[in-house]
Structures are given as structure tokens and as C-alpha cells.
């Protein structure tokens, strides 16, 4: 039986190629560093491969150094690996044509970013990818973190055996840091994928004394295009080799993949084509609408390179008539993506053989840097293939400079019987590391399915943090965040006074629980009278405990995570009381126990203490508050600050039209000081 572990995607990929590597060459990158991380903390700790070898894990001075660390690496013969994103995969493409040009077995795995353009951003898309694509490697996206656990053992395996090097890849933070329930891979079903005669015959091409040879010679025009030519045959035996890897892997785990998977009518007349984590919100969108009787369907691309032409005209139904693709990138001046020229090019060539009849085909751009991606962004794609779209359009954005966007209902959303909680905190006061064990508590404690997601300002420490739990009876591909909460919690109290709407997620009837400096019996009295408002007119179940206070009796000072976590668990009732204070516990001497006794010992009486201390506030029929929340910036803020900047603190960026963008990234200067946060709970006086 499969062992089952709540983790997220960096540990995911991190846990299969530590096992199955001897060399890690790393440099740490947002959002990959954690891979390569997992990986020397497990070498240090003498955590052993599949062979019985403490893999050696190098920390280099860039990514450059990195790659040439995994290039010399391979050409001894040795099974190597390395981590990175964006600019740092970048930086690593000139080692990349080398690894691939020389067929060389090595494992690039991708937390897939956005690359500095404009502006940079930490946040995820496939610019870093699709930069890469042209170097020679193999590319096999996973769309979820059960994906790239699996995949990451079928991209080492068909590496060995195709000798073709493998990025590995997957969509920054929504999948390198979503938390979710998987079942693991044991080193049996690393033994039955990875063949001990492809690791011998690449052990014997290493470059060895005892048996010389020469390579990376320089070549002339006489023969460079020839040998260029010469390894078409071990890229085209990809595909077959990554199918019978997806097959070999579905029959030890029941988990079966495709070079593309395709889901839907059978009789589809629009489909939608993508990669990535955008897959979890393209299958719930298709399977709502197909319930409603609509002819649509999502074909999925696992692998990228090389393009798997005809394992996509036989998914994608012989009824389609209009094709969508979507590309998580912009390549400006292009026809089109990336993808769709791809998907464009093999419908075109099999159109010239007669195979098929050409539909027709759009491309879309979606998600860059994190960008939101819904069912009903999917639907509005499918939707639009029944008129007449444009042949390049975005959504998920208002264009109103080229017009190229798609008008978006934000209504439409797929049912579901997941429980979804939301919570406010501030980076570094404990919030986001209470929350991963409540997912881990809930994924391993009880039959339900659980994820966790979380939003961080690029700010880091400090700045908001907005955790985004579900959890369920069903497995969850909710790849998107909660638009409506069963429980709220705001960990400071300043938020409900400040420009953020923290209130307007929750659902009707959903529990909000308040980290408050204030008495139960003034708590109404002080809050704003918008908060009041949506309080009754969604019938909030209102909650307040001081746990700042609760955590300084409990010798604990300001971090409060440990104080909110037993409240959560009291109110939603995933867990009985006294199970949940128990698990609670035991994740505490996990997480602390090497700090000593007395740090777990205060964190036990923070848990013991709290839910003695929350208070249920009754809620009136009326609001009464004379007072709202503060406006993001003062009226006498500069037009741009009112217009842009002001949007963007009250976390309403999204709703920004592109006109409201400075086109070539240059922002007004001295605009910093309009921001007011006001998250202090003490002021220092002297």
C-alpha cells in the first residue's frame, strides 16, 4: 500500500532525483531554491540514494557554475542533477546545448518563472522554459504536485534511456508550493522505472584515461551540419521511450499518464490545448460543462520536447472544429506562443496528408507571473470559439489599449464539497508555517484530500501573507484561490481597518475568527462600518481571541501561530477537540524539538490556552458603525498614486486595465510613502 505524505512540489521532485542522483550541483533561485535545499539538508543528514550512496550536493557561485558543475559531471559518467529557474536557467543554456549536443543523461528540474522583462517578478510562467526549448533537452511539464513527483522518476529514467538530457518542469509556487496530499513512491518503483543497463552503458561513455577518446572538438562547415543531423534518431525515440515509462509507472501506481491527456466529450467541437498547473481549472471548467451538455474537452501536453505530434491528434477527438491554446508566456512579435505554433504546425502537416480536417486554431496568452487562472477564464475561452475570436487573445486581464482580451464571468464556478479556509497573516509572525501543519495534520489524520496554498508578497517578512486551505473527501485540483470561504481568520487586527476587503471571499454563513487587542463586548462597537455591514449581510459567524496576549503569558511573544492553529481546528471541526489538540502537539515537537524543552513547553500552553480564550461576539441585526475602513492613500496622494498605486495596496491590481501600466516599466518616484500599513501592535516610546 502507498504511503501517503502532505508536500509540496519542490519537495516532491527534490525527494525522487536526491535518490536517484550521486552529484547535485545547486544555486539557489525563488521559487526553486527549496529543491536544492531539501537536497543538502538530506545529504548532510547521510540520507542514502537508491544505491546505497550519499549523493554529493555542491553549492556553487551561480547557476553557470552550477551547470558546468552537472556538464563535467556527466561526462564522467555520473548520474547528475540541478534545480534553478528563470535567469538561472538562463544563465545555464549554453552548458544545456552542450549536455544535449554531446547526448549526455542529466535532470534539470524547473520551477518555471517568469524572466525580468520590464519589470522582475519572482512569480511563475513559462518564459524560463520556452527561453530553453531550443537547446536540444527533452521538456516533460507536470500540472500538479502528484505530477511532479511522478514525473520526476520518468524524466531521470528516460533520460538514462534515451540519452537525451531532461528539463523537468512546473509552474512556479502554484505548483512548487502548494501543499497537497500525494502517494509516494517507493524505491521499488524507482528500481522497476530506472534500468540498471542504461546506467552501465552510461558509466562506459564517461571520460576516462583508461580509455581515451575525444570530444567537443571544433568542426568545420565540411561536417558540423551532418553531425548535427546524426542524433535525430535518439530525440525521435523519445515520445515512444516516455510512453512506455508513463505506462510501466501506471501499472505499479494506478496512476496513469499521457504525452497528452485528454478530457472531455468524445464528441468535443472546442477544445482547449495547455500545459502546466492551469490544467486543474481547464478539467473542472470542461467536466461542469459537459454535465451541462456542452461539446468541449482540455488536452493536457506533458511532454514538450520532443513535440509529441501524433499523440495529440489521437487525443483530441476527430469532432473538433475550433482549438484554443493557451501559452503561459508572451513572445513578442511572434504569430503566435510557443504551443500554439506547435499545435498549429501538427494540424497543418497532418491537414497536407490528408489524417485530418484542419480545424481552426487561436491562441491565447494566460497566467504570467502568478496571474489568476479560473474555470471561468476557461470557459470564456471555450466560449469564444464559438463566434469568431481573434487569432491571439488574452484573458484573465481587461486589455483596453489592443483589445485583445476575452470579457470574463466571474459567476460561473464549478461546484464543490471541499471546505475552504482563508487566512490573514503578516510574513514572519508564524501564520504560513501554522497552516502548512494544519494541511499536513488534516492529510494525514483523516481520509480527506487537503491543499494549502499561499500568497506572499515579494516584500517577504513582514508583508501580507494570505493562506489558502481546502480540504474534502474527493482529491482537489482547485489550482486557483478560494473566491468563497467557509472560515476567514485575520491574525491582525489592523486589517479589518485598512484598504483590504479581507471580508469579501467569505460566503454566506461562512465563521470569521479576529486576532483582537480588544474585550469580546467592544469588538463590534469598534469595527468599521463597511466590515459591520458585510458581517450582517452575509450572516458571519463571528470569533475573537486575543492571542497576542495569549502568546506573551505563554512566554511566546508575538508569534501567535500556535495560538490561532487550536482555533481553527475548534471551529471548522475537521478533527474531534481532542485529537486535534493532540496532533497539534505532536507537530510541535517536531517542528521545535530541537530547540529544546522549553520552546516546546510554551508552544503546549499557547495550545492548552487558546481555545479557553476565544469568545463568540454576538452579532446584531443592524450595522452601526459611524466609521469605514481607511482609504489606501490620502486624498491628496498624486493622480498616479490614486490611480495605480492605491489600487495595488488594497490588493485590486488585477482589476487594473493594461492602459493604467507604464508601457515601458518606469514608475513615479517618492511613491512609498503613501502607503500607510499601520500593522504595529506596539509603538516604541521613549
Not at 539538508?41 to 555542491?58: D, F, H, K, Q, Y
Not at 513582514?462 to 478560494?482: E, K, N
Amino acid at each position: 500500500m502507498a504511503e501517503w505524505a502532505c508536500i509540496d512540489g519542490n519537495e516532491a521532485a527534490a525527494r525522487v532525483a536526491h535518490r536517484l542522483s550521486e552529484v547535485a550541483a545547486i544555486y539557489p533561485i525563488t521559487p526553486a531554491s527549496p529543491m536544492g535545499e531539501y537536497a543538502d539538508a538530506w545529504s548532510s543528514a547521510g540520507r542514502e540514494n537508491l544505491w546505497g550512496t550519499v549523493p554529493e550536493v555542491i553549492e556553487m557561485q551561480s547557476e553557470g557554475g552550477a551547470a558546468g558543475a552537472l556538464h563535467g559531471a556527466t561526462q564522467k559518467g555520473a548520474l547528475a542533477t540541478t534545480f534553478t529557474a528563470s535567469q538561472g536557467l538562463l544563465l545555464m543554456i549554453p552548458n544545456l546545448y552542450k549536455i544535449a549536443g554531446e547526448l549526455s543523461p542529466a535532470v534539470i528540474h524547473v520551477a518555471a518563472r517568469s524572466v525580468a522583462t520590464h519589470a522582475l517578478s519572482i512569480f511563475g510562467d513559462h518564459s524560463d522554459v520556452m527561453a530553453a526549448r531550443q537547446t536540444g533537452c527533452a521538456m516533460l511539464c507536470s500540472s500538479s504536485v502528484q505530477e511532479a513527483h511522478d514525473l520526476a522518476l520518468v524524466a531521470h529514467a528516460a533520460s538514462l534511456r534515451s540519452r537525451v538530457p531532461f528539463v523537468h518542469f512546473f509552474d512556479g509556487f502554484r505548483t512548487s508550493h502548494e501543499i497537497d496530499k500525494i502517494a509516494l513512491l517507493d524505491d521499488d518503483d524507482l528500481r522497476a522505472l530506472v534500468r540498471e543497463d542504461d546506467i552501465l552503458e552510461h558509466r562506459m561513455r564517461g571520460l576516462s584515461p583508461d580509455r581515451p577518446v575525444l570530444r567537443g572538438s571544433a568542426q568545420n562547415p565540411d561536417v558540423f551540419f551532418q553531425a548535427r543531423e546524426a542524433a535525430n534518431v535518439f530525440h525521435d525515440a523519445v515520445p515512444d521511450i516516455v510512453s512506455e515509462l508513463l505506462d510501466a509507472l501506471g501499472e505499479r501506481t494506478g496512476r496513469h499518464y499521457g504525452l497528452v491527456d485528454y478530457a472531455g466529450a468524445r464528441d468535443a467541437e472546442r477544445v482547449v490545448v495547455l500545459m502546466g498547473s492551469g490544467a486543474g481549472a481547464a478539467l473542472e471548467a470542461v467536466e461542469s460543462l459537459v454535465e451541462a451538455g456542452e461539446k468541449v474537452g482540455v488536452a493536457v501536453v506533458h511532454l514538450y520536447r520532443p513535440f509529441p505530434t501524433q499523440a495529440l491528434l489521437d487525443a483530441i477527438p476527430d469532432t473538433v472544429r475550433s482549438i484554443a491554446v493557451l501559452d503561459r508566456t508572451k513572445e513578442p512579435g511572434a504569430p503566435a506562443e510557443p504551443l500554439c505554433q506547435d499545435v498549429t504546425t501538427t494540424y497543418a502537416r497532418a491537414t497536407a496528408t490528408g489524417a485530418v480536417s484542419m480545424p481552426r486554431i487561436v491562441g491565447g496568452r494566460y497566467g504570467l507571473s502568478s496571474k489568476e487562472f479560473t474555470p471561468a477564464m476557461v470557459k470564456a475561452t471555450l466560449d469564444a470559439l464559438v463566434d469568431d475570436p481573434p487569432a491571439t487573445f488574452t484573458v484573465g486581464i481587461r486589455d483596453d489599449v489592443t483589445g485583445l482580451s476575452l470579457t470574463v464571468d466571474p459567476t460561473f464556478s464549478p461546484s464543490t464539497e471541499a471546505v475552504q479556509a482563508v487566512f490573514w497573516g503578516l510574513g514572519a509572525d508564524g501564520t504560513v508555517g501554522a497552516n502548512k501543519a494544519s494541511i499536513k495534520i488534516i492529510g494525514e489524520h483523516t481520509d480527506l484530500w487537503a491543499q494549502g496554498y499561499f500568497v506572499y508578497d515579494s516584500r517577504k517578512s513582514g508583508a501580507v501573507t494570505v493562506s489558502h486551505l481546502r480540504f474534502g473527501p474527493d482529491p482537489i485540483r482547485s489550482t486557483y484561490l478560494i473566491d468563497s470561504a467557509d472560515f476567514i481568520a485575520c491574525h491582525q487586527w489592523s486589517f479589518l481597518e485598512g484598504p483590504v476587503d479581507i471580508l469579501g471571499n467569505a460566503r454566506r454563513g461562512a465563521t470569521l475568527l479576529v486576532n483582537s487587542p480588544h474585550p469580546a463586548d467592544e469588538v463590534w462597537d469598534r469595527l468599521p462600518g463597511d466590515v459591520q455591514e458585510t458581517i450582517v449581510s452575509k450572516g458571519l459567524d463571528l470569533w475573537v481571541i486575543d492571542a497576542n496576549r495569549v502568546a506573551q503569558d505563554a512566554g511566546m511573544g508575538n508569534r501567535i501561530n500556535t495560538v490561532m492553529q487550536p482555533c481553527f481546528f475548534a471551529l471548522s471541526g475537521v478533527l474531534p477537540r481532542e485529537q486535534a489538540i493532540d496532533a497539534i502537539k505532536a507537530s510541535i515537537e517536531r517542528a521545535y524539538g530541537a530547540r529544546g524543552h522549553v520552546i516546546v513547553e510554551q508552544n503546549h500552553a499557547a495550545v492548552d490556552a487558546s481555545i479557553n480564550a476565544m469568545c463568540q461576539v454576538e452579532v446584531p441585526a443592524t450595522p452601526s458603525g459611524t466609521t469605514d475602513r481607511r482609504p489606501p492613500v490620502p486624498d491628496d496622494a498624486p493622480d498616479f498614486v490614486q490611480r495605480v498605486t492605491a489600487r495595488m495596496l488594497a490588493r485590486e491590481g488585477d482589476l487594473l486595465p493594461v492602459s493604467a501600466m507604464p508601457v515601458d516599466g518606469t514608475f513615479p518616484t517618492a511613491t512609498a510613502k503613501w502607503e500607510r500599513r499601520m500593522i504595529a501592535t506596539d509603538l516604541p516610546v521613549w
